[in-house]
């Protein structure tokens, strides 16, 4: 099941939607952004929407005005121009994982549900969680849970895992759970959280991919463009808000030959929007979400 999307109607708010405009959804999900931009779109308007997992094909309505891409949003620019657009008016990126992903056992997304070890977000292709787990050195292992999981005893417990392995090849997520739960500190699902947070990361290259999203997105928009992107943990957050002021998820400062700094967004929350208290306790998986906007300045 698809819940409304977080911070549904400040983000669409945030696009300043041109009845006649051109605009990109990254992240289509259950349609729920979508929906609400074709709905302030006119008969010329056109919205391309992107999901690369094959779950989504069913939410995907017959719009003339919608475009579907069932490809990773990495590839934003190449379809795009596969489409006739060589720039765009506004692009939504909701980088969050879907509650549908999350409560669908056979994804693996979850540590409350027994299921596969997948966690990719292309079923269809790519290494697994289990792939990672099974034939990642100890080094990757530790580099993977500090990296993106700031798991605090990640050397301990990737020891834990290589040995874990030699007896019994991780396959499903109680498998996996029960070479875990020795080495939790702290808080259980806080812990178990990060490490799959972790995974999930690795598995679908999910830094990597936003950077080259939001590089693309940088020269993709029109002058006056509206990049819109909702983050869900401060590695997310930091690209963001780096694109925002330096035109790079780096953070690498750019200058001209005079010494003028490249400033390529006018930045429009100075300070991350936040749900408030009544969508977090309709939707617990919303108290980690910040969205950020800025408008492309004129070259």
Do not use: C
């Not at 620019?77 to 506004?90: H, S």
């Amino acid at each position: 099941m698809y819940h409304e999307p977080v911070l549904a109607n400040v983000s669409v708010e945030a696009l300043e939607i041109n009845p006649d405009g051109v605009y990109v959804d990254a992240t289509f999900g259950g349609g729920g952004h979508a929906k609400r931009i074709l709905n302030k779109l006119s008969d010329k308007g056109r919205l391309i929407a992107f999901d690369q997992d094959p779950d989504v094909i069913g939410n995907v309505t017959h719009d003339e005005r919608l475009i579907f891409v069932p490809h990773n949003f990495r590839y934003i620019r190449r379809f795009l121009k596969l489409n006739g657009y060589l720039k765009v008016d506004g692009i939504l990126a909701d980088l969050g994982v879907s509650s549908y992903q999350f409560d669908t056992e056979s994804r693996g997304f979850s540590f409350r549900m027994d299921g596969a070890l997948d966690m990719r977000m292309n079923p269809t292709t790519g290494k697994s969680a289990a792939d990672i787990l099974n034939t990642y050195t100890e080094e990757q292992l530790v580099n993977l849970l500090s990296d993106w999981g700031e798991v605090r005893n990640a050397k301990s417990l990737a020891s834990a895992l290589i040995e874990a392995r030699k007896l019994n090849p991780f396959k499903d997520i109680q498998g996996f759970l029960n070479v875990v739960n020795p080495w939790v500190r702290g808080e259980r699902p806080r812990y178990l959280a990060q490490v799959f947070q972790a995974l999930r990361i690795e598995v679908n290259e999910e830094m990597l991919v936003l950077a080259d999203f939001l590089k693309q997105s940088v020269d993709l928009l029109n002058d006056d463009g509206l990049l819109v992107v909702i983050s869900y943990h401060s590695l997310e957050d930091r690209m963001a808000k780096n694109t925002l002021r330096y035109g790079n998820p780096e953070g690498t400062l750019q200058q001209d030959f005079y010494g003028n700094i490249y400033r390529p967004f006018n930045i429009l929350t100075k300070k991350a929007i936040t749900p408030d208290a009544e969508e977090i306790k309709n939707n617990s998986r919303a108290r980690s979400a910040k969205l950020r906007v800025g408008r492309k300045l004129p070259v």
